[in-house]
Structure formats: C-alpha cells, structure tokens
C-alpha cells in the first residue's frame, strides 16, 4: 500500500497513529520502531529522521492502541500484553504496510515486544533487531523506578506533560504502570524467546540505566544462538537516543548498514 507522511492505519476497527520517513517498504528496506511503556510517534522527537538520513532506509513509526493518538485499549491491560502485541498486533501491522525486508527498533517495551516477534516468528523479511534498553526479565530496579513514577504520576505534573502527547493519557499511563506494578508480573520473564531469534542483534543500554541493569545484557548473550552487538552508552540513562543521541546514531546507523549489506550479498 501507498502510505502517506503521517495519519491514520486502521486494524480490526481500531485506528493506529502512524509517520512514514523516506522511500516507501516496497522501494527500500524499513525501520520499523517501537516506541517505550509511556511513548509514541511524537515522543521519538527527530530521532526517526535523522535514523532515515543516517541509513537510506525507510523508516516506520507507529504509537500503540492506548498510546499517542491511537484507540485506547479497555483497562486494565493483560499481564502478557507484550506478548499479544508481538503476535497479534505487529504481524497484522507489518503486512498492513507492505513491509518487505528491514529492522525492528524497539526501545524498553518496544524491545521486549521486537525480541518475542523475532523469536516467536521465522520472519525472513526481518535483517536484524535493535533493541534499546529491553527488558527480558524483572528486575527490582525497575519495580522501584515504575513505582517511582507512579508516584510522580499523581502527586506531580507528569500527568500534564504526557496529557500533550496522549489523547487517553490514564490509558497509556495506566496501561504501562499497573501491569507492571503488579505482584504476578515478577514472574514476567521471556529469555526462553531468545534462543529461537535468527538474525543479528543489537542492544543499546545506558551505563546509568534507571530501569535495568547490565543483566539484560549478560542474559541475552548466554541464551542467544545468534550475532549479538553491544553498546554500553557513557551518559546516558534509559533513553540513550535522547541522552546521547550522537553516538546511538551512529551505533545503529553502523548495524543497520552491516546487516542489512550482509542480506543483500
């Protein structure tokens, strides 16, 4: 399908928010970003952009059902919502868009939901998989720094400041934070997705990442049959593209350019 810049993909009559930046899916491989537990399409900010400038590719960004200005979901949220999202959602997605060879970028949750697709799916349009700051497992640093922001939610602005980007922002914050605040989420735990992925991987973590540590990457490294890539980034927290966008640029500009030479020879 022809998309347009940005606007509007409907999926079982519900309506997702969507850019598309640079050549269509059926002209050029395609980044498909997904966005973290509070994000969507605006919250990347220029990252996208650049990313397309950097790499050639298109580059496909979408704000989930409950996120952005997308339909809302019905709350609360299932605890394997991420899995739902992997097999249900995005493959429905991507052939919704044509999508024909390229690279899932997902950051925290989008992460997660990247690394169940690609160990869930043989999907032999997929090259490689970023994933920026994922999550395969709970930890207690990202109990505490969730419940944190809970607390921020209700006793500071941050309801105000997302309310700019979300059109149902107890939706997408509730959605996120009380599936994770709950007791049966300790059990959350995906690592058995890792040794079915196929293709390259890299994983991008801020050294001072509030939400998980360098356990996430130690794990995929033992469990993982395929290329794993690391980059721990200096100065940066859980949004190394907003921390230290420079260097994540050129980190996952370099990787989408490798793997996606190595598919075309």
Known sequence: MQLD?????????????????????????????LHEGLGCVGLWNDFPDRLQAATGCGVFVYSRFGYGQSSPVTLPRPL?????????????????????????LGHSDG??????YAGSHQDHRINGIVLIAPHFFTEDVSIASIAEAKKAYD???????????????DCAFRGWNDAWLDPDFRKWDITDRLAYIRVPILI???????????????VAKQECYCPVE???????????????????????SDFVAHVLAAEKA
Do not use: C
Request: hydrophobic fraction near 40%; avoid cysteine; aromatic fraction near 6%.
């Open 5 to 33: 810049e940005s606007g509007f993909l409907t999926l079982d009559d519900r309506r997702i928010e969507y850019r598309m930046i640079g050549p269509w899916p059926h002209v050029a491989p395609t980044i498909v970003m």
């Open 80 to 104: 394997d919502y991420m899995n739902d999202e992997a097999n249900v959602v995005l493959p429905a997605l991507l052939d919704r868009i044509g999508f024909q060879r390229g690279v899932l």
């Open 111 to 116: 992460a997660s939901i990247s690394a169940i």
């Open 155 to 169: 006793t500071t602005d941050l309801r105000a400041k997302l309310s700019k980007w979300h059109a149902h922002v």
């Open 204 to 218: 991008v973590q801020g050294e001072d990442d509030q939400y998980g540590t360098v356990k996430q990457i130690e």
């Open 230 to 252: 690391t980059a721990l980034i200096k100065g940066a927290k859980h949004t190394p593209q907003r921390e230290a966008p420079e260097v994540t640029l050129k980190t996952i």
